[in-house]
């Protein structure tokens, strides 16, 4: 069992950055994978990133390199999503979800997602 806090989210300006952290407790391996997804109103569930407990395979989506980047502190159990030159349409829920690699998503722990409203 995985239990997965996100926190970090908030109101900030276009153009300002953010810090979201996945916090993990329980029993997980060094293989597993945390991932990043976001849903805005309306709109369907979007992947953002992902990462290993170990640190392998950083990956940020296409549409978001450059902007986005994914770490993990392993000592504190945790995976940042940095988010730099914030734009409106970044506004969603974003969760993350722990899980074995080439397993489903909807299959993952998942945290209970944390708020990012940038506006114009």
């Known amino acids: 069992q995985v239990q997965l806090v996100e926190s970090g989210g908030g109101l900030v300006q276009a153009g300002a950055s953010l810090r979201l952290s996945c916090t993990a407790s329980?029993?997980?391996?060094?293989?597993?994978?945390v991932a990043w997804f976001r849903q805005a109103p309306g709109k369907e569930r979007e992947f953002v990133a992902t990462?290993?407990?170990?640190?392998?395979?950083?990956y940020v989506t296409d549409s978001m390199k450059g902007r986005f980047t994914i770490s993990r502190d392993n000592a504190k159990n945790t995976v940042y999503l940095q988010m730099n030159s914030l734009k409106p349409e970044d506004t969603a829920v974003y969760s993350c979800a722990s899980g074995p690699p080439g397993g489903s998503y909807d299959g993952y722990y998942w945290g209970q997602g944390t708020q990012v409203t940038v506006s114009s």
């Open positions: 990462i290993s407990w170990s640190g392998a395979s950083p």
């Open positions: 329980g029993r997980f391996f060094g293989n597993y994978l």
